[in-house]
T-cell receptor
Framework: AQSVTQPDIHITVSEGASLELRCNYSYGATPYLFWYVQSPGQGLQLLLKYFSGDTLVQGINGFEAEFQRSQSSFNLRKPSVHWSDAAEYFCDVRQGNKLVFGAGTILRVKS | DSGVTQTPKHLITATGQRVTLRCSPRSGDLSVYWYQQSLDQGLQFLIQYYNGEERAKGNILERFSAQQFPDLHSELNLSSLELGDSALYFC???????????????FGAGSRLTVL
């Protein structure tokens, strides 16, 4: 069965440090890939998406993600985290008519 | 403001009751999606409507139903409520009708339902 895994439920990083949030999937072919962010009390906001082409995609607020076919991964990165990045992050993986969200990773930022 | 409007923001009710959640999609979007978010189940897709017709169904209970009206707003009806129905209910909208593919979803801020 198709699945999406965000292995880290919680991650804590210091402000200014780099960040990587992991997303792995088990799909037969290259799916469409998205990352969303959910701030407390808010809905999900699209950070970035990958459909094809360059495997490194840029998103809003300094986020980027890299599609690695061999790893079946689409990890989200940011070189320097800001306190306002504290939120929950969801990976969204789609193939055919299936849309599956990961369980989410809660990011805490310490000053 | 995402352009997707959900009401009410908060709702507290008792077991056995019925509630209606409302969603107005972003201007120009024809599809409406309903999701349930709870601590133990994560983000679960419930149902999608496109231009008034049901397009896809997910893990929606028989006690739940939805519809999309001619003005494209949608309502999610939850009946015979149980404690386990307490959750955040999100509505999302998109321009396209296909549930997956390259379709970008725009989410509302959610309706938090508490069943006591």
């Amino acid at each position: 069965a198709q699945s999406v895994t965000q292995p880290d439920i919680h991650i804590t990083v210091s402000e200014g440090a780099s960040l990587e949030l992991r997303c792995n999937y088990s799909y037969g072919a290259t799916p469409y890939l998205f990352w969303y962010v959910q701030s407390p009390g808010q809905g999900l906001q699209l950070l970035l998406k990958y459909f094809s082409g360059d495997t490194l995609v840029q998103g809003i607020n300094g986020f980027e993600a890299e599609f690695q076919r061999s790893q079946s991964s689409f990890n989200l990165r940011k070189p320097s985290v800001h306190w306002s990045d504290a939120a929950e992050y969801f990976c969204d993986v789609r193939q055919g008519n299936k849309l599956v969200f990961g369980a989410g990773t809660i990011l805490r930022v310490k000053s | 403001d995402s352009g997707v409007t959900q009401t009410p923001k908060h709702l507290i009710t008792a077991t056995g009751q019925r509630v209606t959640l409302r969603c107005s999609p972003r201007s120009g979007d024809l599809s409406v999606y309903w999701y349930q978010q709870s601590l133990d189940q994560g983000l679960q897709f419930l149902i999608q409507y496109y231009n008034g017709e049901e397009r896809a169904k997910g893990n929606i209970l028989e006690r739940f139903s939805a519809q999309q009206f001619p003005d494209l707003h949608s309502e999610l009806n939850l009946s015979s409520l149980e404690l386990g129905d307490s959750a955040l209910y999100f509505c999302a909208s998109s321009a396209q009708g296909n549930i997956a593919g390259a379709n970008v979803l725009t989410f509302g801020a959610g309706s938090r339902l508490t069943v006591l």
